[in-house]
């Protein structure tokens, strides 16, 4: 797993988390100049000013902005929870710039990670991976396997139905029976 520099503070992520939960409350340049304000407290280079910096774009509508952060700040190294959001992020960003091969290989990369490796956090995104290589699927015209993965990935959580429900999902993409 990739680890980066030295965690923030508590403190730090709190007025981190702060921040993201006000977003509505900002127009979005506002945003963006207080996850800057946000960001300049910590160590010049330190991944997450990137990774922050992409997300503030990205959640304000610039996309083309956000994709080159998302790319410096997994090249810097993120903890594991938020190299995960950042190439699910990404890869939503690249399937918004048309980049749909690229996206759709940044999520099944995530899909291929071992579960046992990953903390419960960051395996708890594994249905968000779903979702975007469910959409930039859609987005690529292969409808049958994006509805499979949203059906498969809402089986998991449904009170019932979930071994018919997974079994529709695998049944989506199945090779059709050739003639005999």
Known sequence: MTTGPATPSPAWEARSAALWAAFDDHEPAAFRALVQGLVDE???GHPLIAFELACANDSTGRPDRAAPLYR?????GLDPYRERRAHIQLASTLRNLGELAESIALLRAERAKDPAGLDDATRGLADAVDAVLALALT???REREAVALAVG???RH???YNRSMAAYAAALVAPEPGPH
């Open 153 to 155: 990935a809402l089986a």
């Open 158 to 160: 449904l009170p019932r």
């Open 42 to 44: 910590l160590p010049r």
């Open 139 to 141: 987005d690529a015209g």
């Open 72 to 76: 410096t700040a997994l090249a810097g």
